[in-house]
C-alpha cells in the first residue's frame, strides 16, 4: 500500500466537527497532550511523512512504514509513478483548490502533467522565483504548499530564501496562494511578518470579501494554529445565495476557534 500526503504538515488529527464530538476522541487527544501514548498512536495527532508504504501481507494494521527502507525503493517508485499516471489521466480535481473549483474555474486548458508533477515536487528543493510568476494558479499553489510544508520538515535549508519566496506568494492574485503562504508566515516569520498575515486571514474568512471556499480555507488555517481570535463569532456566516451546507462548515470552524485551547 503507497500512501503520498501532499499537505504532510496536517496530522490525521486536524479538526473534523463530528469526530471531535465522540469522548474518545478528547481523551485520545489529551493523553497525547500529556505525553501518556506510544509512538504509533500518537503520531495519529503528528506532521505526516511525504510518503507512507506498508507491506499489508506482513503489516496488515499499516504500523510499519517501510517508505524509507532502500529495499523497497522499487517497489515504491513504480507505485508513484502509477499514481502519478492515473492523477494524470482521470485529471484529478483533488489537486485544485476548493475555491478554484466551487467557482467554476477550472481552465480546460491547463496542462494536467505539468499541475500533477508540481504537486509532487520535493518540497526540500528551492522552487525557481520565476516560477512563481507561473500563469497557472495552481502551480503556483502547490509551490506554495511545498515551501510551506518544507519549514516543518527535517531539512530546514535555505530558510532566508523560502521566506522571501513565501512573501512574494502572499501577494499572489489568487487568494487560495494568499492563505497557503500566510500560513507559512504565521509559522516562520519574524512578529511582524505574523501579525500581517493572521490579519490578512482574518479578512479573507469574511466570505463576503473573498468568497465562500476561500473563507473556509483562512477559518481552517487559523483553527489549525495557536492564533486567537477573539471576534470569530462576528464574522458573517448566511448569504442565501450559497448552499446552507457550506455555512454549516463555517459555524463548526467559528465555534471550534472560539472554544480551542491555546
Request: no cysteine; proline share 6%.
Amino acid at each position: 500500500l503507497y500512501i503520498r500526503n501532499f499537505m504532510p504538515y496536517l496530522p490525521q488529527g486536524t479538526f473534523l466537527n463530528y469526530m471531535f464530538q465522540t469522548p474518545t476522541t478528547e481523551v485520545w487527544r489529551k493523553q497525547f497532550r500529556n505525553g501518556h501514548l506510544p509512538t504509533h498512536q500518537a503520531s495519529f495527532w503528528l506532521p505526516k511523512p511525504v510518503e507512507e508504504l506498508y507491506d499489508l501481507q506482513a503489516d496488515k494494521y499499516q504500523i510499519q512504514n517501510i517508505a524509507n527502507d532502500p529495499s523497497f525503493d522499487p517497489v515504491k517508485n513504480k507505485l508513484r509513478t502509477q499514481l502519478k499516471e492515473t492523477m494524470i489521466a482521470t485529471k484529478d480535481l483533488g489537486i485544485i483548490p476548493e475555491s478554484i473549483v466551487k467557482s467554476g474555474m477550472v481552465n480546460p486548458e491547463w496542462n494536467w502533467n505539468e499541475m500533477i508533477d508540481t504537486a509532487f515536487y520535493d518540497r526540500n528543493l528551492l522552487p525557481d522565483q520565476h516560477a512563481l510568476g507561473h500563469s497557472n494558479p495552481v502551480v503556483r499553489y502547490w509551490l506554495a504548499q511545498h515551501l510551506r510544508a518544507s519549514l516543518t520538515s527535517d531539512q530546514k535549508s535555505h530558510i532566508a530564501e523560502k521566506m522571501n519566496l513565501i512573501r512574494t506568494l502572499q501577494n499572489d492574485p489568487e487568494i487560495s496562494v494568499q492563505i497557503v503562504a500566510s500560513d507559512a508566515l504565521i509559522l516562520a516569520g519574524d512578529n511582524t511578518q505574523k501579525e500581517q498575515a493572521i490579519s490578512h486571514l482574518k479578512r479573507i474568512a469574511n466570505f463576503q470579501h473573498s468568497g465562500l471556499m476561500n473563507a473556509v480555507a483562512a477559518l481552517n488555517v487559523l483553527a489549525n494554529s495557536e492564533v486567537e481570535f477573539d471576534d470569530v463569532n462576528s464574522l458573517p456566516s448566511q448569504d442565501a445565495r450559497f448552499e446552507p451546507v457550506y455555512f454549516d462548515y463555517i459555524e463548526r470552524l467559528k465555534d471550534y476557534i472560539s472554544h480551542k485551547e491555546h
